[in-house]
């Protein structure tokens, strides 16, 4: 067996976009197995969107690889030697925490997304393990059922459709028996779509109007919205949701050159993924029939001294449009009104 490891290490941050410049190729020995470990020579990396958030100096929901250190990622790949009791040589091994090597010491029983999972070659091809049967694969399987709760007859659309998440997606949408609409990059990939069964499709890349394009495919709006990238896409979907709908903020792959960009707008996108928060829209009309219950424990709060309220109050007709840019200027201090008479 080789005694050279060959690994990517992050040699640079990327400004914006990333370049080959930002990895540099090294070598180093064959690591050794420490107690309880196991050594795997990968047979597949993956590579995923992630790693770009990974290359930044701002920490996302997960840490940073550091200059110098080994690029993170998953790989699957048989075992060659082993410290552990459950392992054996030729045994296939599945984890996030391959890194861009060769070689990788894993520690079986690490828990959470760097644990290391026993893959059996005979259930699919290895490889699998690192898409629809790994981590594209809940992505899809979760965001989906969990987050999106599909319906059947909903408009699920999907960005980023014919990738490693997006396709499982669409496919899932259809299992529930909803209309899949797919957006993605190229022809070919929205053929690739429809075969798999996906209703519809737009290609954002050739659309003069994305928010028409997604208008004609989903004419009866957008009951679920997958999304991979945001950006202009996640523009032109939102403008189409329906009453009720679900947005699973799924991944940001559009903004990959604005990475290190200041947080504001589109960037907050990505708090919600660190975050696992959820961003619910609100209309109060919803709960007018209710309208009488709340009004009573107010106005008895009010009586009893437990609110109180300011009101910010001009006279006459003549001033409601200074009341109403006085809303706009934050020159209100209080419920803007207008006194009349
Ligand atoms: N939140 C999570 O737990 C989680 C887990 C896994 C993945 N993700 C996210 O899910 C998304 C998809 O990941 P994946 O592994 O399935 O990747 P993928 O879709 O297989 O590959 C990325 C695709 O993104 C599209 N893309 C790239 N630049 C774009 C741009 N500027 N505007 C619009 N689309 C662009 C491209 O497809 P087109 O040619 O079709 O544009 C590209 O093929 C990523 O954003 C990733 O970060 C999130």
């Given at each position: 067996m080789t005694t050279v490891n060959r690994r990517w290490l992050l040699a640079r941050r990327p400004e914006g976009m990333p370049d080959a410049g930002c990895f540099s190729l090294d070598t180093a020995s064959v690591p050794a197995p420490g107690p309880g470990q196991i050594l795997v020579k990968?047979?597949?990396l993956s590579v995923d969107p992630y790693m770009r958030g990974r290359m930044s100096r701002t920490a996302g929901y997960a840490a940073g690889?550091?200059?110098g250190e080994v690029m993170r990622g998953g790989?699957?790949?048989?075992?060659?030697a082993s410290n552990h009791p459950e392992w054996k040589p030729g045994d296939t091994a599945e984890s996030m925490a391959f890194g861009w090597q060769e070689f990788s010491v894993l520690t079986p029983g690490h828990p959470g997304p760097d644990a290391v999972n026993r893959i059996d070659p005979a259930l699919a091809p290895i490889e699998s393990a690192l898409s629809w049967l790994g981590m594209p694969g809940l992505t899809a399987y979760f965001g989906l059922l969990d987050v999106g709760r599909p319906r059947p007859g909903d408009t699920v659309v999907v960005s980023a459709a014919s990738g490693a998440v997006g396709q499982l997606v669409g496919q899932i949408?259809?299992?529930?028996?909803?209309?899949?609409?797919?957006i993605a990059g190229s022809d070919q990939k929205l053929d690739w779509c429809r075969a798999l069964g996906f209703d519809a499709g737009v290609n954002h890349r050739t659309a003069t109007d994305?928010?028409?394009a997604v208008k004609d495919a989903c004419p009866d709006g957008v009951d679920i919205f997958f999304d991979n990238t945001s950006g202009p896409i996640h523009d032109a979907v939102m403008k189409r949701l329906s009453i009720g709908?679900?947005?699973?903020?799924c991944g940001r792959i559009a903004l990959a050159a604005t990475h290190e960009a200041p947080e504001v707008g589109e960037r907050h996108l990505g708090r919600l993924i660190s975050t696992r928060a959820s961003v619910t829209g609100f209309l109060v009309y919803d709960w007018w029939h209710r309208?009488?219950?709340a009004l009573q424990r107010l106005a008895a709060w009010h009586k009893a001294g437990?609110?109180?309220y300011r009101e910010d109050v001009l006279d006459g007709i003549e001033r409601m449009p200074e009341a109403f840019l006085r809303l706009l200027t934050g020159d209100n201090f209080g419920k803007q009104l207008v006194r009349l008479g």
């Open positions: 990968a047979r597949f690889t550091g200059i790989g699957v790949g048989e075992v060659v949408a259809k299992l529930c028996g909803c209309r899949a609409v797919a994305l928010r028409a709908a679900r947005v699973i903020i309208r009488g219950e437990h609110i109180k």
